[in-house]
């Protein structure tokens, strides 16, 4: 991006902006619901709390 001949201020923005939702995309709680995709795993969870992740894998 440094290309881009943007203001090193700008930059540092947008790349805030690019981290922020990589971060939100790849964070379970704010990820889209598998059955409705308009609602977040967070909002479907309502006050229930994620103790325990478990990986599960078929060969």
Request: no cysteine; glycine share 4%.
């Amino acid at each position: 991006m440094k290309n881009d001949k943007k203001p090193p201020e700008i930059l540092e923005k947008i790349m805030m902006g690019k981290e922020k939702k990589f971060r939100e995309e790849n964070a379970l709680t704010t990820q889209a619901f598998v059955k409705d995709q308009n609602v977040s795993v967070e909002k479907m969870l309502g006050s229930a709390q994620i103790k325990e992740y478990v990986r599960v894998s078929f060969n």
